[in-house]
T-cell receptor, first 115, second 109 residues
């Protein structure tokens, strides 16, 4: 299957700092990428849909000024958690939409811990 | 509304078959998916089925789709300890995936 990478895989930061997470589709072009958040023992919660060359579409209840998304190319989307607080600690997973296969391929996730 | 439901836990013995069930709500979903998540990892696409199919088999995996009842199942034959993980079904809706809560499969030796 197609490969999606995320970087970093794990990050620990101090409260008030910003953290950038990268999501790359390695062997296909993705005009659409998705960002999810997953709490322990729970399902994935869609945060936003990232479209190449346009503004991201955020789900209800997700603060767009706190979770900045940039989809600058067909293979890269970034999620920046601004002024992170302990309640932002979570597992963040991205996915990339493969239009040819009509399938979403997921990255390995980034575990964020805010102290 | 959007709701995909799965049972939360399933325990089987190694070598037995596992059947994980899922119900979904949107009859217009084009594709339905099964993903596997191991601890601390992302989601791995296991298989998917097009909505006009009743069954799809891929090695040890068999997907059954009952569109009338909006019921999807994943059967894993000859379940191994390495199959222990959380399994998510998902329906596509407007380009987005709507996930179930996940079924934690525990395989006992």
């Amino acid at each position: 299957g197609a490969v999606v990478s995320q970087h970093p895989s794990r990050v620990i930061c101090k409260s008030g700092t910003s953290v950038k997470i990268e999501c790359r589709s390695l062997d296909f072009q993705a005009t659409t990428m998705f960002w999810y958040r997953q709490f322990p023992k729970q399902s994935l919660m869609l945060m936003a849909t990232s479209n190449e060359g346009s503004k991201a579409t955020y789900e209800q209840g997700v603060e767009k000024d706190k979770f900045l998304i940039n989809h600058a190319s067909l293979t890269l989307s970034t999620l920046t958690v601004t002024s992170a607080h302990p309640e932002d600690s979570s597992f963040y997973i991205c996915s990339a939409w493969d239009r040819v296969g009509e399938t979403q391929y997921f990255g390995p996730g980034t575990r964020l811990l805010v102290l | 509304g959007e709701d995909v439901e799965q049972s939360l836990f399933l325990s089987v013995r190694e070598g037995d078959s596992s059947v994980i069930n899922c119900t979904y709500t949107d009859s217009s979903s084009t594709y339905l998916y099964w993903y596997k998540q191991e601890p601390g990892a992302g989601l791995q696409l296991l298989t998917y089925i097009f909505s006009n199919m009743d069954m799809k088999q891929d090695q040890r995996l068999t997907v059954l789709l009952n569109k009338k009842d909006k019921h999807l199942s994943l059967r894993i034959a000859d379940t191994q300890t390495g199959d222990s993980a959380i399994y998510f079904c998902a329906e596509s809706m407007g380009g987005k995936l709507i996930f179930g809560q996940g079924t934690e499969l525990s395989v006992k030796p």
